[in-house]
T-cell receptor
Framework: KAGVTQTPRYLIKTRGQQVTLSCSPI?????VSWYQQTPGQGLQFLFE???????NKGNFPGRFSGRQFSNSRSEMNVSTLELGDSALYLC???????????FGSGTRLTVV | QKEVEQDPGPLSVPEGAIVSLNCTYS??????FMWYRQYSRKGPELLMY????GNKEDGRFTAQVDKSSKYISLFIRDSQPSDSATYLC?????????????FGTGTQLKVEL
């Protein structure tokens, strides 16, 4: 059974640019969440989608956005990149959130 | 104050030792609790999830929840060098109509030969 797939694995962008990250959840999982992980702040919740609807949003600026498609695949977009956006971005999917989320290996974004 | 507090370590133990990892939380709305293990340059891997107060065992791992004191623990028996990783506790508040995982900062564990 395929796990959560995130692409690309690594990305280097310049300040001011925008970036789109992709996540394919485990087949049958309709809940997809995104997290940002940094050494200083740890894992922080960005947003959660279920059946193409955003159900929850974390405390991040509007530059961070996401969407989910009808096949449950999800994308997140960060516009006007800042140096502080450098982080590991993790996607997680779940059949029922209270039973835990399965994480992908993440996309490591470096903003220079 | 963070909603989930976790000692960052590092924690170093000899092979075969019993490891105790602990978290406290402040949000009474947290209903579900999980432990994740994260190896360097990998995503977190779900080890255990639990809802009720009490113990839940899975192989060498035991998760313990005490909702009255808002305390969650993970015990690892017969620890192995392959257990060396960062361990993250997480809680879910489902009252808002969605699922949002709130993580502790993680405890770095090293099991030495």
């Amino acid at each position: 059974k395929a796990g959560v797939t995130q692409t690309p694995r690594y990305l280097i962008k310049t300040r001011g640019q925008q970036v789109t990250l992709s996540c394919s959840p485990i087949s049958g999982h309709r809940s997809v969440s995104w997290y940002q992980q940094t050494p200083g702040q740890g894992l922080q919740f960005l947003f959660e989608y279920f059946s193409e609807t955003q159900r929850n949003k974390g405390n991040f600026p509007g530059r961070f956005s996401g969407r989910q498609f009808s096949n449950s695949r999800s994308e997140m977009n960060v516009s006007t990149l800042e140096l502080g956006d450098s982080a590991l971005y993790l996607c997680a999917s779940s059949l029922a959130g209270e039973h835990g989320y399965t994480f992908g290996s993440g996309t490591r974004l470096t903003v220079v | 104050q963070k909603e989930v507090e976790q000692d960052p370590g590092p924690l170093s133990v000899p092979e075969g030792a019993i490891v105790s990892l602990n978290c406290t939380y402040s949000n009474s709305a947290f209903q579900y609790f999980m432990w994740y293990r994260q190896y360097s340059r990998k995503g977190p891997e779900l080890l255990m999830y639990t809802y009720s107060s009490g113990n839940k065992e899975d192989g060498r791992f035991t998760a313990q929840v005490d909702k009255s004191s808002k305390y969650i623990s993970l015990f690892i028996r017969d620890s192995q060098p392959s257990d060396s990783a960062t361990y993250l506790c997480a809680s879910i508040d489902v009252t808002g109509g969605g699922n949002k995982l709130t993580f502790g900062t993680g405890t770095q564990l090293k099991v030495e030969l």
